[in-house]
């Protein structure tokens, strides 16, 4: 009998990595989702032991496939189906919420000459 496979951006929907299937399917198109280090088409058939290198939110994250699912489970059960291989320096990259730091709300426009340079104080 053949291995099972699933699209990638099923799997990574079910597994609760993207809140929607076109959310998986727009990373996919666009270059964030990668399989040892070439970017994926949402239609990419994945199996058990892949590596899929993921970019979201500005973090860089790393899953292995642990097993195949094609429906959404619970989160406690998401732990059987992938391992979280993120090195530990991304996690706490997380945690700190720099990204936050770079938030501008919609409708604020443009920054302000101040707000421009506080931020190249802060990137550097």
Not at 53 to 59: A, I, R
Not at 78 to 104: C, N, W
Request: glycine share 8%; hydrophobic share 40%.
């Amino acid at each position: 009998m053949a291995e099972e496979k699933i699209r990638i951006d099923k799997w990574l929907w079910a597994v609760r990595i993207f809140k929607t299937r076109s959310m998986a399917s727009d990373a996919c198109n666009g270059g964030k989702i990668k399989i040892e280090g070439d970017a994926v088409k949402p239609s990419r058939l994945i199996g058990s032991g892949e590596i899929i290198n993921v970019n979201k939110d500005g973090l860089h994250r790393v899953f292995k496939v642990k097993d195949i699912l094609s429906k959404r489970v619970g989160a406690a059960l998401v732990k059987d189906f992938m391992e979280d291989l993120t090195p530990e320096d991304e996690l706490i990259k997380q945690k700190m919420g720099l990204e936050s730091a770079f938030y501008r709300p919609k409708g604020l426009g443009r920054p302000t000459k101040k707000e421009r340079r506080q931020l190249g104080k802060l990137l550097d």
